[in-house]
């Protein structure tokens, strides 16, 4: 039996994201190598530090009972920008388990957008893009671990 309190919860938002015009993005996605670093490794292309970035990756509880919590997370451009890839977790920011990354999402409605991908040690616990084709919004819903007491991020 385990105790879940959403107020237990403090959700906040890491950007790591690159600059649409001079990055090439892989058509089918991130690869489980990158699950750790998830900085993009082809093409030479390297992070673009944007501030204010150009990207607004929110998330909001759409469903809390005794049993169940569950967010919505999403991902949308601001300003008429665009992006073609994308790479979602939640990562946690307590105790022993930190950095480790957390729960898992619900299976993608739009299989042309985006898949999940199995990082170590998990299912379903990180999203990618499908296409590299200009988006300007993707969303997802996610379940932390039944266990899981603590703060935790999405990056
Ligand atoms: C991101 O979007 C959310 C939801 O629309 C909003 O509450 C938040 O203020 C936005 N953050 C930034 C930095 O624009
Ligand atoms: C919590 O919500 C889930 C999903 O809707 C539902 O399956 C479950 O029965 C609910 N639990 C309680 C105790 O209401
Ligand atoms: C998640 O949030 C986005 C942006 O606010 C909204 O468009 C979408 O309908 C929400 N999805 C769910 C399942 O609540």
């Known amino acids: 039996m385990f105790r879940l309190s959403i107020l237990n919860y403090s959700v906040s938002v890491l950007l790591l994201l690159d600059k649409t015009a001079k990055i090439q993005s892989l058509v089918y996605g991130t690869p489980v190598e990158n699950c750790r670093s998830m900085i993009p490794q082809h093409d030479y292309n390297l992070p673009q530090w944007m501030d204010p970035p150009p990207y607004n990756l929110s998330a909001s509880v759409i469903l809390s009972n005794t049993t169940t919590t569950q967010f919505n997370v999403t991902l949308f451009a601001k300003h008429g920008a665009t992006f073609k890839g994308f790479f979602i977790q939640a990562r946690s920011l307590t105790g022993d388990r930190a950095d480790a990354i957390l729960g898992s999402f619900d299976p993608v409605e739009d299989s042309r957008i985006a898949h999940l991908i199995n990082c170590p040690v998990g299912a379903n ?10 988006k300007r919004f993707v969303t997802f819903v996610w379940n932390p671990p039944a266990d899981f007491e603590g703060k935790f991020y999405f990056v």
Do not use: E, F, M
């Open 125 to 134: 616990n990180a999203a990618t893009h499908n296409l590299n084709s200009p």
